[in-house]
């Protein structure tokens, strides 16, 4: 279940905020882009590689938030995430993430033609050292518009 709620979800969704902890407790919340969803693992680019990339290398636990702005249901996607900076796997990732930048920046531009809205920056500009987070995601919390909280394992 966790799986085709993951899926559905994600389609519209671009960037995801991403809460790590240290070892030491201190919170870091970040947003960062969504690469793809596969499964029950969500891919996601790291182009900061600061505080959220130290704290996964520390403490592997994560929560990603996003809210449905149609529904109003606010998201908790609980897990453990792995880092990947090379190798084959990282390699076909960092070839999809530079596919989907450029199919993201067109539809920004066309966007903007037909709404007549200008933007500050159409194209998605990362920079070569980016690092790709895989969270196996354990759980899905809904945050309902009035506060109810339903979770699903």
């Not at 870091?28 to 182009?47: C, H, Q, S, T």
């Not at 520390?58 to 880092?83: K, M």
């Not at 999809?96 to 920056?121: A, C, T, W």
Request: charge should be neutral; charged fraction near 30%; aromatic fraction near 8%.
């Amino acid at each position: 279940m966790i799986k085709e709620r993951l899926e559905k979800f994600f389609r519209h969704v671009q960037f995801v905020d991403v809460a790590t902890c240290n070892k030491q407790c201190r919170p870091n919340n970040a947003p960062k882009y969504i690469l793809k969803v596969e499964g029950d693992k969500i891919y996601i680019a790291d182009y900061v590689l600061g505080a959220t990339w130290n704290n996964l290398k520390e403490n592997p636990l994560v929560s990603l938030t996003a809210v449905d702005n149609d529904s109003l249901i606010g998201y908790q996607f609980n897990g453990e995430a792995v880092l990947l900076e090379k190798g084959r796997e990282y390699d076909e990732l960092k070839e999809e993430f530079q596919v989907k930048k450029v199919k993201s920046s067109v539809e920004r531009i066309i966007k903007s033609v037909r709404e007549e809205k200008p933007h500050h920056s159409f194209e998605l500009v990362f920079p070569d050292r980016t690092g790709i987070i895989v969270v196996q995601i354990r759980e899905i919390v809904d945050i309902g518009p009035t506060g109810q909280v339903l979770r699903e394992r």
